[in-house]
């Protein structure tokens, strides 16, 4: 069971995998982020793929809990958000001030002076362009959405997801369901329609990410599915399948197709994987003539998550753990300096036997925040060959993070002027 709300941090990442059915991503993104494999894994990347090569609008949706600071760990997923809206995704951003009231008790007008001046003026000095960012207290679309969501799933299915029982809070309850709509109403007609959508998370968000793929396919007229090179389309009993099944094979004329209308089903014969896309974005078109809430299951990437510097998940509650973008390049120095590292005890154990980059927090600043492959290669290499001794490295790695900090802070003033072009005002 993974536990979104928990602080358990994921290491086996292979382990989950195949507990979960996650897939590794291909090398179709060329990005830091994949090359490392930062990101691990996938659910139906495919689909954005597919979008970008045959330039097929899609969306990117992440969110935001405004409590505290944005630190370095939370810059993965807008990292992401900016490398696909930078391929041509429409970018969703969901201000959870309804889940920091209940969590944190932090009020709405707090929630939002957090969201923009610790969150979303980062967002936009790292490269963000201007997108759909919205607040969940106001936001009447996901409301309603995630009312009529309810009505797809029960409590037997939330606690096999979730492990929920009897004294569980209504909250875990709501905020799945809130979720599952922010991410889903990125396809209401008045944002374009049916699209495929990606969604960047840590491997914790996974059951999320599950559900909302479980609940946008029961909210759909069909289902397509492909075995032995047939793709096999099934048309729920709710609608008038004849004539959706005349349209779809009209709409298809292009594969060698056979239909049932006792079955509700249509054949397509000699399909791929990519037969399979094509045909359901199609259909997906034809769908949304039949049915309001018509949406294509979600994709999504895995990331890792970045060690804190004390060990263990980054935490507010042990703010020497993490380095907020807010922090000064001093703060940043301190906590550097006194980070755990996979050194070893004396500088001549060092010298003989290699420090172990795998287990250091130090190390990880490198793999997750510096963009050049070629010098984290060599901080790897340095210090596995015992060329390279923890207090110089520290030195460079806080070098190298106080000159994103200070980035961030020359932009501040001119992203502030600019919040407004981000800021939903519906
Ligand atoms: Fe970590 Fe650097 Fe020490 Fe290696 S040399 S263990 S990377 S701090």
Not at 63 to 80: E, R, Y
Not at 122 to 149: H, M, V
Not at 261 to 273: F, H
Not at 403 to 410: G, M
Request: net charge negative; charged share 25%.
């Amino acid at each position: 069971m993974i536990d979104p709300w928990g602080s358990n941090q994921y290491f086996d990442y292979e382990k989950l995998m195949k507990e979960f059915g996650i897939s590794a991503p291909d090398n179709f993104f060329d990005h830091y982020l994949f090359r490392r494999h930062l990101i691990f894994g996938q659910r139906s990347i495919d689909y954005i793929e597919y979008a970008i090569k045959n330039r097929i609008k899609f969306n990117a949706v992440t969110g935001l809990m405004p409590s505290g600071a944005m630190h370095l760990g939370n810059k993965i997923t807008i990292d992401q958000i900016i490398f696909f809206q930078g391929l041509g995704a429409d970018v969703f951003i969901s201000v959870a001030d309804l889940e920091s009231y209940a969590t944190r008790n932090i009020g709405f007008e707090r929630a939002r002076e957090i969201a923009i001046n610790n969150y979303i003026v980062n967002y936009i000095s790292l490269g963000l362009k201007p997108c759909r960012i919205y607040f969940q207290s106001e936001d009447k679309d996901t409301q309603r959405l995630a009312f009529i969501l309810s009505n797809e799933t029960n409590m037997t299915e939330l606690k096999a997801i979730y492990g929920l029982n009897d004294s569980s809070s209504m909250l875990h309850v709501n905020s799945p369901l809130i979720q599952a709509a922010d991410v889903l109403h990125s396809q209401l007609k008045k944002f374009g329609g049916p699209r495929p959508t990606i969604v960047p998370v840590g491997v914790d968000q996974d059951p999320h990410i599950r559900l909302m793929r479980d609940l946008a396919s029961r909210l759909r007229v069909y289902s397509v599915s492909i075995k032995d090179g047939y793709v096999l389309i099934s048309i729920k009993g709710t609608m008038d399948s004849r004539k959706f099944i005349d349209d779809a094979v009209s709409l298809l004329n292009n594969y060698d197709a056979s239909y049932n209308y006792d079955y509700r089903t249509i054949e397509l014969k000699n399909s791929t994987e990519n037969d399979k896309i094509e045909i359901d974005l199609k259909l997906s078109l034809l769908e949304s003539k039949y049915n309001d809430l018509d949406f294509i299951a979600p994709s999504a990437t895995f990331q890792k998550l970045e060690t804190g510097l004390k060990g263990g998940k980054m935490s507010s509650h042990v703010p020497d753990s993490l380095i907020s973008l807010n922090d000064d390049e001093s703060d940043a120095r301190r906590k550097i300096k006194s980070s755990l590292t996979g050194g070893r005890k004396t500088i001549e154990d060092q010298k003989i036997y290699g420090g172990n980059p795998e287990r250091c927090p130090v190390y990880e600043l490198y793999l997750y925040h510096d963009k050049d492959d070629k010098n984290v290669q060599r901080v790897y290499e340095e210090c596995r060959g015992g060329v390279r001794m923890c207090g110089a490295c520290k030195n460079e790695a806080s070098e190298m993070i106080s000159r994103l900090l200070n980035e961030l802070k020359e932009k501040k003033d001119e992203s502030l002027s600019k919040i407004d072009e981000y800021l939903s005002h519906e």
